[in-house]
């Protein structure tokens, strides 16, 4: 089975903090993706990546950076952070480059508190 | 561009009692449609998932969904559903390298 994991469950902050969070995946997957999950709003994207080095901005990256600098590892970086990034953030991981079909596979998220 | 549609936010039903869980989508090219359901405070765990072939999906936990491409729907079926089975259901359909997801729907389930 695919294992993604997110390196914290819960995770507490002071607004202006500069933030990280990461993800490791175990089975080798191109695609990697973070998602922010609010109450109403489902699930919005922020940030893919489809190969070491390579990044694409999701719907709403304003506020948010990435990292990929190994194939298993992505991580999320927010700047400067702010009491309207309180959130559920997911991590996530597909196999093959491009490749619309395939699931992708989640960690169990980090519950992230701005104050 | 694609998109999603979860009419329905919370969906109230007793246990051993059927379920539909209903979502729309909307595509101008061939889609592949996916069912995700998460467990309090978990991520999110693949149901099912339709690429082509037959329009009756199974999936995990009793549950399958049937594609209907006339009516732009893949809505989620269980004929008896449990208590266990109380968790968030998120529809998707496949973007250009990404999922687009639906807001949602709570099934919540009752003795």
């Known amino acids: 089975d695919v294992k993604v994991t997110q390196s914290s469950r819960y995770l507490v902050k002071r607004t202006g903090e500069k933030v990280f969070l990461e993800c490791v995946q175990d089975m080798d997957h191109e695609n990697m993706f973070w998602y922010r999950q609010d109450p109403g709003l489902g699930l919005r994207l922020i940030y893919f990546?489809?190969?070491?080095?390579?990044?694409e901005k999701g719907d709403i990256p304003e506020g948010y950076s990435v990292s990929r600098e190994k194939k298993e590892r992505f991580s999320l970086i927010l700047e400067s952070a702010s009491t309207n990034q309180t959130s559920m953030y997911l991590c996530?991981?597909?196999?093959?480059?491009?490749?619309?079909?395939?699931?992708?596979?989640f960690g169990d998220g980090t519950r992230l508190s701005i104050l | 561009a694609q998109s999603v549609t979860q009419l329905d936010s919370q969906v109230p039903v007793f246990e051993e009692a059927p379920v539909e869980l209903r979502c729309n989508y909307s595509?101008?090219?061939?889609?592949?449609l996916f069912w995700y359901v998460q467990y309090p405070n978990q991520g999110l765990q693949l149901l099912l998932k339709y690429l082509s072939g037959s329009t009756l999906v199974k999936g995990i936990n009793g549950f399958e969904a049937e594609f209907n491409k006339s009516q732009t729907s893949f809505h989620l079926r269980k004929p008896s559903v449990h208590i266990s089975d109380t968790a968030e259901y998120f529809c998707a359909v496949s973007g250009t390298n990404k999922l687009i997801f639906g807001t949602g729907t709570l099934l919540a389930v009752q003795p």
């Open positions: 595509s101008s090219v061939s889609v592949y």
């Open positions: 990546s489809y190969d070491v080095k390579m990044k």
């Open positions: 996530a991981s597909s196999l093959g480059r491009r490749d619309s079909g395939q699931p992708q596979h």
